[in-house]
């Protein structure tokens, strides 16, 4: 990223303050005249809008965590009065329990992003990683989170999940008991699990400040997943951008407060409204929305351990994606085959998170496998082969030129012959 | 200087870089031990681990359920009917082989935890397509000597330790 523009302090206390503690350098530099790609389109607001909803969720959850007692015989009881009985608990409550489904529409959406206009590739392979040392950081967040109010899906839902350990040849037993501080999921689960949960958001935290960093250093990608070559392609990102992610963020949140204030309850599921009873297994066991794709997939596969893995793979598989399509054209704008096969990858997505939700018989068992290997087969088969043998459409020269390159890229990726014409440069 | 460095016997401070070394990785293992130690079962968990059972009111074919370590423990008055289709059924090709009768102590009583080996949940007594339990979770089958017959659970129902204290009482644990 090339910053041809210095930061100069005004006054005669920010120029004592710069020698000493350069936090308004730090903050012009990050925040204020940031050189930003001037042709970033709205899913590239969703960066900031998971800031805010990993804020939102702290500040609520510590507010939460003055009247929620961890304990088996109180938890429920805990919940229902912030309900009913602390000020403004009901909003709180509901904030904290919609505000992580937001979460993760808008961490999946961002991830969505990422891989349409290839933003894993180099040099952003670091921040990729970081991105899904995140997410794999939110799913344990909020599966642990899930388990605190001690309702019945809150229960089953620990015990299916903490079982998936026991499949470990071995040792899979012993560090199930460690975890579960226990023989079945009981206090002391409950117990580890909110302190946990209570930590974990900050590592988050502390993880998002690595990733932007990381974004810091390359700079952001762009829709036409070319380069920022000089200052012309860019803009500061105040006021441009600081406006455009506020705005989707007002709209984002305009969706939010529909779930919060009309339809509360509609993501969660009605069976955690029933206290945790440990002799009972309800008769649909569905982890939250969110996490149904990886449940489906869970189920598709007839083996346990096999089950297991795969769920596992099917996010570390994610870490390695920089290295699995090669191809230097990053944008799918400019690879009408990708393009088609991510489309594709989105609905197998989907489709199994309506699969994680119903009994894994019949047409449902069969489309779970479909879709699951499908999932697998976009990461490990074709994105391999599409950076080998797919031609990309030709490019523009530049994010500020929109003449054509007559660049060849070769089918292994690289740049083959010709050299960019300038002669177009409109400014 | 590389030959020098070498051939030459371990210094003074190679023995102190060594020795700190090792003093430093046996103190960070013992304070990590009881950081990870404290998250297994406490003494109080521990103490629970034995229950006693009244089987004297339940009639032939019924069954009762008590709970054991936080689990439930099925323990089920078997009708002569289905003691024989149990033993009939051993001969079968079993996904995890074992007679009826090395799962039982008296052939009348069936004694197991109630927790499906799959993934943990309660199996429904009387239900699933082999006359015994039926896990709702993920649609394992299980007959009415406890084990697996069809789905994804790789092992028959737990037996846990017990004995009969007397006719009337069974001792779990
Ligand atoms: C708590 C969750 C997260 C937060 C707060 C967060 C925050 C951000 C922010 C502020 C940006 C810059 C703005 C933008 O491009 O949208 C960004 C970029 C990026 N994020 Fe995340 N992120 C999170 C999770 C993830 C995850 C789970 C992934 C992928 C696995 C990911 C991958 C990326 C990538 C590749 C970029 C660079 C995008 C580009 O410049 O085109 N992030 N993130
Ligand atoms: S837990 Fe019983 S079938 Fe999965």
Redesign the interface.
Known sequence: MNHDYQYTPKNGFSKWLDKRLPLMRFADENLLSFPTPKNLNYFYTFGFILTMCLVTQIITGIVLAMHYVPNTTLAFDSIEHIMRDVNYGWLIRYTHSNGASMFFLAVFIHMFRGLYYGSYKEPREIIWILGVVIFLLMIITGFMGYVLPWGQMSFWGATVITNLVATIPIIGEPVLTLLLGGYSVDNPTLNRFFSLHYLLPFVIFGVVILHIWALHVTGNNNPTGIEVKDSKDTISFHPYYTVKDLFAYIVFLLMFCYFIFYNPNILGHPDNYIEADPMLTPAHIVPEWYLLPFYAILRAVPDKLMGVLLMFGSIVVLFFLPWLDTMKVKSARYRPLYKIFFILFVISCLLLGYLGAKAPEGIYLFLSRVSTIYYFAFFLVIMPVLSRIEKPLPMPIGISNPALNNTVYDSGGGVASGTPSYAMDSK | MTDTTENQEPSRRDFLYITTAVFGATGAASVAWPL?DQ????AS?SALSSIEADISSIPEGGSL?V?W????IFIRRRTKEEIEIAEKEDSLDLPHPEKDLDRVKNKEWLVVVG?CT?????P?ADSGDFGGWF?????SHYDISGRIRKG???TNLEVPPYEFVNENIIKIG
């Not at chain 2, 998250?39 to 406490?42: A, D, F, G, W």
Request: hydrophobic share 35%; proline share 19%; charged share 10%.
């Open positions: 990870i998250l297994n079962p406490s968990v359920k709970a370590r936080g689990k439930p927790v799959h993934l943990g949940c309660i429904i896990c709702p979770c993920h649609g994804p659970a790789p």
